[in-house]
């Protein structure tokens, strides 16, 4: 079975994406301190435990999970011989 990079990419992308931007919503809905996911300043430029630092995380979030899906699937298909 072949993977199709582009496809596993986008996935993957705005899955993470979406991930980064509920999970800092959420966690700034319920006026939790976020010490866990405010890691995530280190990583990604711009992001912050806010709002719109949320929507930074998200675009972000996109573009590393498109990354590292792309990556994952090319692997995936060179291993497994795929054509």
């Known amino acids: 079975m072949k993977l199709s990079v582009k496809a596993f990419g ?3 992308g705005i899955v993470w994406g979406l991930v980064i931007l509920l999970a800092t919503w959420w966690l700034l809905f319920y006026g939790t301190p976020g010490e866990l996911i405010s890691k995530l300043e280190s990583i990604y430029i711009g992001y912050t435990f806010t709002w719109f630092g949320g929507v930074i995380g998200m675009v972000w979030g996109f573009v590393s999970g498109f990354i590292l899906g792309a990556v994952f699937a090319w ?9």
């Not at 692997?75 to 054509?83: D, E, F, M, T, V």
């Open 10 to 12: 986008l996935s993957c």
């Open 75 to 83: 692997l995936y298909n060179k291993l497994a011989g795929a054509k």
